[in-house]
Each structure stands twice: as structure tokens, then as C-alpha cells.
């Protein structure tokens, strides 16, 4: 099912204001005075007013019904239209707060290790150290990739990509669920990545499974759900996702001397954690996180980029760097129309001009350098990258935010009706007291039974009612 950026938003419900005060203070003047003056007027003759019959009937009567008019008044007037408000509000906000975690959901990259013809790529795009590097049009590659004894540039670059995890990998291979995903030019590549790992006595063969560059490398997304994904979990118990994933990607000018290259080379590494990893271990160390993405058609970007930004993954005012690449025609005018549209105070950064033009390795180099700025304070990075007919549209952040709907006292409620019951109990009193010295009849039986009929009636409403009421609000907020 698509993933829905709207939160499913409806005002808070009100339960009004209760009784007030003066309400309460008239009906016990009234009661008091209708009481008092009807038991004056049939009092008998010539007995005497100091007596507990004067009291009962002229004082506590009349007090016990007016605690129990009161006590219903203020059950229908105000405690079960807050009971209900209650009820709705509390399913209101474990909804919201359910969409704030999942727009917020992210794969979080413990490491990585970029390759780029230019030293130092990020921070001088960022202008942090050095010059900006302006290289349109050029294509350029990879230096210092001459392997001793015939070995290839490839296998130096897979070993120059593995060697700075190689602490971290040999954790992941030993927890079981690791598996490492390499796109680039040929499948066959895996031998060269299975040798680089053996010649850095990392343990075990890992599980490699190859992505063409056409592939859209969408598994990340059954990360963001929680759910299985079919294409490469298939090795795994009961086909989970593994907690740790290896995402190896490179692209290498290797054509005759003859044929002109047309993309720079350029390779990156990255050791993702799955969400379920970071809920084991939320202390182990993180670069950043790699928060769910937005894909759009070329001629909706202006409204996704706006969806994405009102969603509030982060506050807008955190989003410092844009970050784009292989972008072209309709998608890249669209997509800087929708960066401007949206008033985004960003820096932008063309990873086309600082290295020349790109191949597909680029969907990967640029989240790296944008997590890279992120984790060294450099806030939040908006990347852009090239999808068919349109882009898709990412945020990436040093830390994923919470969720941090506030929870009001509002939306506590009680499953006891102590305001029901404390009415009912009081009119069984009135009962009582005006019937001191007869006999318990028909009357009082019939009258007990339907106050104790009403007790259990309002218990039961509260306790079935209220789950249903708050399952029903839940479906009414996702509809």
C-alpha cells in the first residue's frame, strides 16, 4: 500500500465546559426551600420540630437529591461527552503519533567509505576546506587504482572500499544476519569482492547479491515497514531482512584505449543498520540516517517536495543542503522550481559539476556525502536523484527525530462511571430516607433492581463501548 505523507488529521474533540457552579447552588436553594416548606405545612400538630423525622425529611432529603440530580446532571451535561471526547482524542493521538514515526522512519548508515576523483569531495563542496571543485563536463577518474601483479583496478577499489569497515564487517558477518548488495557493471564482479574479503581475513563468504544499474534499489523501503522483501530475503529464517547490509557500488572507466568514456568514475561504500538493528542497539555509533523517500512524476515535484517538507521528517528551518545529480530536462528544472517554490533556505550542490558528468553509482555517492555533512553538523540534506518521468526526493539527518505529538491529561479516561454510580447510590438513599418505617415492598424492590440495572448498564458502556468507540475513531482517521 502507498505510503500516505498526509497525516490523517482531524480537530480535537471538545467535551464543552461543565455545569456551572450557580446551576448547582439554585437546585439546592429550590429543593432545599420546596422541602423544608412542604414539610412544615403537613407537619402533625402539636409535635415537636427537634426531632430526627424533621431532620431527615426536611434537611438530608432534599440534600441527597440534590446530590443526585446533580451527580446526573453533570454525568449527561459534561462527563460522558468527556468520556467520549476522551476516548476519540486518545485514538486520535496514538494515530498521529503511529504517522509520525513512520514518515520519520529511516535506515540508519553505520559507515561508509567514499571514493570520488576529487580529494575531499564533501567538504569542499560545503566549502569547509579548500576551493569548490568545478569540473562540467569533464570526465575524470579514479587515481592510484594500478594493482601490483596484474591485479585489477576493480579489486583495488573493492579493497579500498572494505578495508576501512573491516573492523565493523567482521561484527556484522559474525551477527548472523549480513548480506551485502553490489551494484555495478557485472555480476561477476562478486569473485573479485569474495577475494577482496578473504585477502582481508574477514570471516565467513557473505551472502552478495548483484543490482544492475538500470535497477531501482528499492529495498531499503521494506526496511521503513518492517515487512519482508521477497527479492533478498530469501536466505534468511523465515525470510526476515537482515540487520546489517553492505551496499557496495563503483563505476570504472575500463574501455579500450580507443573509446572516450562518458561518466567519471567513482565508487562508495555503506554499512546500512535496519530499523529493528538501532531498536536492539540504539546506542551503536551512526553516521546518519537515510529518512523514507518520495518518488514523483517530473510534473508533481513541486506538489511532493511540498508534501515531503510539510510532513516535518524535520523542521524546514534545519534543512541546509541540497544535493543533486544526473538530472536532466523537465525533472531537473521542476525539481529546482520546487526548491525554490518551497522557500527552502538551502545551499545547492551539483555533484555533476564539481566531478563532471555521472553514472548510476551516483544514487549512492551522493547519500553518502550528504550523511557525511550531516554527521559532521552540517543539518539536515535534501537529496534529489533521477527516477523515470520525475525524481525521487530524500532527507537525510545525523539523528532521526521522534515523535513528539504532546499528550494531554485531556485524554486520560476512566473506565469506572464513579459519576453514574455515586447518582444512583444517591438516589437509593433518597429511597431510604423517605421510607424510614415501611415495610420493603414492591416499590423499593423494583426500585433497587433498575438502579443496580443502570449501574451494571453504565459499566458495560464504558468497558465495551469505549474500545469501540476508539477502534472506530481509528478506522474514521485512516478512512
Given at each position: 500500500?502507498?505510503?500516505?505523507?498526509?497525516?490523517?488529521?482531524?480537530?480535537?474533540?471538545?467535551?464543552?465546559?461543565?455545569?456551572?457552579?450557580?446551576?448547582?447552588?439554585?437546585?439546592?436553594?429550590?429543593?432545599?426551600?420546596?422541602?423544608?416548606?412542604?414539610?412544615?405545612?403537613?407537619?402533625?400538630?402539636?409535635?415537636?420540630?427537634?426531632?430526627?423525622?424533621?431532620?431527615?425529611?426536611?434537611?438530608?432529603?432534599?440534600?441527597?437529591?440534590?446530590?443526585?440530580?446533580?451527580?446526573?446532571?453533570?454525568?449527561?451535561?459534561?462527563?460522558?461527552?468527556?468520556?467520549?471526547?476522551?476516548?476519540?482524542?486518545?485514538?486520535?493521538?496514538?494515530?498521529?503519533?503511529?504517522?509520525?514515526?513512520?514518515?520519520?522512519?529511516?535506515?540508519?548508515?553505520?559507515?561508509?567509505?567514499?571514493?570520488?576523483?576529487?580529494?575531499?569531495?564533501?567538504?569542499?563542496?560545503?566549502?569547509?576546506?579548500?576551493?569548490?571543485?568545478?569540473?562540467?563536463?569533464?570526465?575524470?577518474?579514479?587515481?592510484?587504482?594500478?594493482?601490483?601483479?596484474?591485479?585489477?583496478?576493480?579489486?583495488?577499489?573493492?579493497?579500498?572500499?572494505?578495508?576501512?569497515?573491516?573492523?565493523?564487517?567482521?561484527?556484522?558477518?559474525?551477527?548472523?544476519?549480513?548480506?551485502?548488495?553490489?551494484?555495478?557493471?557485472?555480476?561477476?564482479?562478486?569473485?573479485?569482492?569474495?577475494?577482496?574479503?578473504?585477502?582481508?581475513?574477514?570471516?565467513?563468504?557473505?551472502l552478495i547479491r548483484w543490482?544492475?544499474?538500470?535497477?531501482?534499489?528499492?529495498?531499503?523501503?521494506?526496511?521503513?515497514?518492517?515487512?519482508?522483501?521477497?527479492?533478498?530475503?530469501?536466505?534468511?529464517?523465515?525470510?526476515?531482512?537482515?540487520?546489517?547490509?553492505?551496499?557496495?557500488?563503483?563505476?570504472?572507466?575500463?574501455?579500450?584505449?580507443?573509446?572516450?568514456?562518458?561518466?567519471?568514475?567513482?565508487?562508495?561504500?555503506?554499512?546500512?543498520?535496519?530499523?529493528?538493528?538501532?531498536?536492539?542497539?540504539?546506542?551503536?555509533?551512526?553516521?546518519?540516517?537515510?529518512?523514507?523517500?518520495?518518488?514523483?512524476?517530473?510534473?508533481?515535484?513541486?506538489?511532493?517536495?511540498?508534501?515531503?517538507?510539510?510532513?516535518?521528517?524535520?523542521?524546514?528551518?534545519?534543512?541546509?543542503?541540497?544535493?543533486?545529480?544526473?538530472?536532466?530536462?523537465?525533472?531537473?528544472?521542476?525539481?529546482?522550481?520546487?526548491?525554490?517554490?518551497?522557500?527552502?533556505?538551502?545551499?545547492?550542490?551539483?555533484?555533476?559539476?564539481?566531478?563532471?558528468?555521472?553514472?548510476?553509482?551516483?544514487?549512492?555517492?551522493?547519500?553518502?556525502?550528504?550523511?557525511?555533512?550531516?554527521?559532521?553538523?552540517?543539518?539536515?540534506?535534501?537529496?534529489?536523484?533521477?527516477?523515470?518521468?520525475?525524481?525521487?526526493?530524500?532527507?537525510?539527518?545525523?539523528?532521526?527525530?521522534?515523535?513528539?505529538?504532546?499528550?494531554?491529561?485531556?485524554?486520560?479516561?476512566?473506565?469506572?462511571?464513579?459519576?453514574?454510580?455515586?447518582?444512583?447510590?444517591?438516589?437509593?438513599?433518597?429511597?431510604?430516607?423517605?421510607?424510614?418505617?415501611?415495610?420493603?415492598?414492591?416499590?423499593?424492590?423494583?426500585?433497587?433492581?433498575?438502579?443496580?440495572?443502570?449501574?451494571?448498564?453504565?459499566?458495560?458502556?464504558?468497558?465495551?463501548?469505549?474500545?469501540?468507540?476508539?477502534?472506530?475513531?481509528?478506522?474514521?482517521l485512516y478512512g
Open positions: 500500500m502507498k505510503f500516505r505523507w498526509t497525516p490523517p488529521l482531524h480537530d480535537e474533540w471538545s467535551a464543552g465546559e461543565p455545569p456551572p457552579g450557580w446551576l448547582y447552588a439554585v437546585l439546592f436553594f429550590l429543593f432545599v426551600s420546596l422541602f423544608l416548606g412542604g414539610t412544615v405545612a403537613t407537619w402533625p400538630q402539636g409535635k415537636s420540630m427537634a426531632s430526627e423525622d424533621f431532620v431527615r425529611t426536611a434537611l438530608a432529603a432534599p440534600f441527597v437529591l440534590w446530590l443526585a440530580v446533580s451527580f446526573v446532571l453533570y454525568a449527561f451535561m459534561y462527563d460522558s461527552p468527556a468520556f467520549e471526547a476522551a476516548v476519540r482524542n486518545a485514538a486520535r493521538w496514538h494515530v498521529l503519533t503511529r504517522w509520525q514515526r513512520k514518515v520519520r522512519s529511516g535506515v540508519a548508515v553505520l559507515d561508509s567509505v567514499i571514493l570520488a576523483p576529487e580529494p575531499d569531495l564533501a567538504e569542499r563542496m560545503l566549502k569547509l576546506e579548500g576551493s569548490p571543485p568545478e569540473n562540467p563536463g569533464r570526465v575524470m577518474r579514479l587515481d592510484s587504482l594500478d594493482g601490483a601483479d596484474g591485479v585489477s583496478r576493480e579489486r583495488v577499489v573493492i579493497e579500498k572500499l572494505l578495508t576501512p569497515l573491516a573492523t565493523r564487517l567482521a561484527k556484522a558477518m559474525r551477527s548472523g544476519s549480513f548480506d551485502i548488495v553490489m551494484q555495478c557493471e557485472h555480476s561477476e564482479s562478486s569473485v573479485n569482492v569474495h577475494a577482496a574479503w578473504a585477502q582481508l581475513k574477514l570471516p565467513g563468504k557473505p543490482l544492475s544499474n538500470d535497477q531501482d534499489p528499492s529495498f531499503a523501503d521494506a526496511w521503513f515497514e518492517g515487512s519482508s522483501d521477497a527479492r533478498y530475503a530469501d536466505s534468511f529464517v523465515h525470510g526476515g531482512l537482515p540487520k546489517y547490509r553492505l551496499v557496495l557500488a563503483w563505476h570504472l572507466d575500463d574501455v579500450g584505449a580507443d573509446v572516450q568514456p562518458d561518466t567519471s568514475e567513482a565508487a562508495v561504500a555503506l554499512l546500512l543498520g535496519s530499523p529493528a538493528l538501532m531498536r536492539e542497539k540504539p546506542e551503536m555509533k551512526r553516521q546518519g540516517w537515510l529518512l523514507r523517500q518520495i518518488v514523483t512524476d517530473a510534473d508533481e515535484l513541486d506538489k511532493a517536495l511540498a508534501l515531503l517538507v510539510a510532513a516535518e521528517q524535520v523542521p524546514r528551518e534545519r534543512i541546509h543542503h541540497f544535493w543533486y545529480s544526473r538530472l536532466r530536462g523537465l525533472a531537473l528544472h521542476a525539481t529546482l522550481g520546487a526548491v525554490k517554490d518551497t522557500e527552502l533556505n538551502v545551499e545547492k550542490h551539483a555533484l555533476d559539476s564539481a566531478i563532471g558528468p555521472q553514472a548510476p553509482v551516483a544514487r549512492w555517492l551522493l547519500q553518502a556525502l550528504a550523511v557525511k555533512m550531516a554527521h559532521f553538523g552540517q543539518g539536515a540534506q535534501l537529496v534529489a536523484l533521477p527516477r523515470p518521468n520525475g525524481a525521487a526526493l530524500n532527507i537525510v539527518v545525523k539523528d532521526t527525530p521522534t515523535a513528539d505529538l504532546p499528550w494531554k491529561a485531556e485524554y486520560e479516561y476512566a473506565l469506572f462511571p464513579w459519576v453514574e454510580l455515586a447518582g444512583c447510590m444517591s438516589l437509593w438513599t433518597f429511597l431510604v430516607l423517605m421510607s424510614p418505617n415501611d415495610t420493603w415492598g414492591t416499590v423499593q424492590t423494583v426500585f433497587t433492581v433498575v438502579i443496580a440495572i443502570v449501574v451494571v448498564l453504565n459499566f458495560a458502556w464504558r468497558i465495551f463501548w469505549g474500545p469501540r468507540l476508539y477502534t472506530d475513531e481509528v478506522f474514521r
